[in-house]
Structures are given as structure tokens and as C-alpha cells.
């Protein structure tokens, strides 16, 4: 079991950048799988970026060379970093964990990106 906390999204121009922050708490089994999903208005949610049981960092090819996607494990804690936000990535963000654990959803945090 983990639960998830998000913090950091807000409001931006294009081309601002802002940092998310995932603190998790429970069991660290559950943290070694972490990373974001979006979802926008009217689509489907999406992976972002996530750290794979392999030790492998995943990007959507939308995000590459953007967004960097880095953890504390120290703190139990996931940044997504988001440079040169574009109105396209206006979404819900959510942290997510290992799949095979409740609570591997948190409650999501809202980016908004203005043109």
C-alpha cells in the first residue's frame, strides 16, 4: 500500500517552467515504480515520465528534451521538472506508483499553461 501526494502545478506562460513534487508514503516496494500520467480535457490519460523496476527513465516523445523526471529516495519523493511549457501540456498530473499497490494514484494536480 502507498498513498501519493502531489504539489506544484499552477498556472504558467508558455515557455515557463514549473517543478512537481510526489511525496510518498507507505511501502517502499511500491516506490521503486514511480513516476506521472496527464490527462486533458476530453482525452485520455497519458504517461509523462516514469521510472521503470528496471532502473529505466520513460518519456513521452511530446516531453522529451522538456520535461526531466528525477526522485529522493531519501525523501520518497519524485520531481518532474517542466521547461518550455507549451499549452499542449495543460492537464491533470497525477503521481503514480507501482501498479500492484493500492493508492498507486494520487489525487492529481492541475497544469495550466496559457498561450
Known amino acids: 500500500q502507498v498513498h501519493l501526494v502531489e504539489s506544484g502545478g499552477g498556472l504558467v506562460q508558455a515557455g515557463g517552467s514549473l517543478r512537481l513534487t510526489c511525496g510518498a508514503s507507505g511501502d517502499t516496494i511500491c516506490m521503486s515504480v514511480m513516476g506521472w500520467h496527464r490527462q486533458a480535457p476530453g482525452k485520455e490519460r497519458e504517461l509523462v515520465a516514469t521510472?521503470?523496476?528496471?532502473?529505466?527513465?520513460k518519456y513521452a516523445d511530446s516531453v522529451k528534451g522538456r520535461f526531466s523526471l528525477s526522485r529522493d529516495n531519501a525523501k520518497s519523493a519524485v520531481y518532474l521538472q517542466m521547461n518550455n511549457l507549451q499549452p499542449e501540456d495543460t492537464a491533470v498530473y497525477y503521481c503514480?506508483?507501482?501498479?500492484?499497490?493500492?493508492?498507486?494514484w494520487g489525487q492529481g494536480i492541475q497544469v495550466t499553461v496559457s498561450s
Open positions: 521510472f521503470t523496476s528496471g532502473g529505466i527513465t
Open positions: 503514480r506508483a507501482d501498479p500492484r499497490c493500492s493508492g498507486s
